[in-house]
């Protein structure tokens, strides 16, 4: 018996609160889908309004972000992690890419492989092969250089001065005095 003659039987014989249980599960098991496609948690998933536009027009993320290559591989990242069946629109991206921002998007290509790894084996494998039958040299730049970051040494912190914030004291409770000299580097 289908689906849909099932839920009429129970809608015609009175027992509503089943119906209603059933449309429940119904939803439920086909909402479940598309999840399963994501290779993060729901906290770290790009925006769906974000990804649509992104489907719809992947140039205007170049626009809305140009000369900021950082942001542009943070942000592809997010959207391939979020949704790795956005790869068809990396190559339309890829077409209207000027040369420098090409690196950036191998970056978040390989960056989006390694997070998928342990959760979507198999989009992480769907992003390798894309990335390797482009064939583009500047996006397997950029691909392979994010490889090597992982081993590169962090960037030294550094301690904020001694006239930044507007809290002093042990665990910063305690206001600054506005009044007090400013130490001059020497």
């Known amino acids: 018996m289908s689906g849909k003659a099932l839920l009429e039987r129970l809608a015609v014989t009175g027992n509503?609160?089943?119906?209603v249980m059933a449309i429940a599960s119904v939803v439920t098991g086909v909402s479940a889908g598309p999840s399963l496609a994501q290779c993060v948690e729901l906290s770290e998933r790009s925006p769906q309004i974000d990804?649509?536009?992104?489907?719809?027009?992947p140039k205007s993320l170049l626009h809305r972000l140009r000369n900021n290559r950082d942001k542009l591989s943070g942000r592809l990242t997010g959207y391939l992690v979020t949704d790795p069946n956005v790869l068809p629109s990396v190559r339309i991206l890829l077409k209207s890419a000027q040369s420098a921002d090409r690196p950036a998007i191998g970056e978040?290509?390989?960056?989006?492989?390694?997070r998928c790894i342990s959760t979507q084996p198999e989009a992480a494998r769907k992003i390798h092969?894309?990335?390797r039958k482009l064939g583009d040299l500047a996006v397997q730049a950029g691909y392979t250089a994010a490889?090597?970051?992982p081993n590169a040494p962090a960037p030294p912190v550094r301690s904020p001065g001694p006239?930044?914030?507007l809290m002093t004291g042990e665990f910063n409770t305690e206001l600054k005095d506005p009044f007090a000299p400013i130490p001059v580097p020497q």
Request: charged residues 25%; negative net charge.
């Open 16 to 19: 509503r609160w089943l119906a």
């Open 51 to 57: 990804l649509q536009t992104f489907t719809n027009d």
């Open 108 to 114: 978040a290509l390989r960056q989006a492989e390694l």
């Open 129 to 131: 092969e894309f990335v």
């Open 147 to 149: 490889v090597d970051e």
């Open 163 to 165: 006239s930044t914030g």
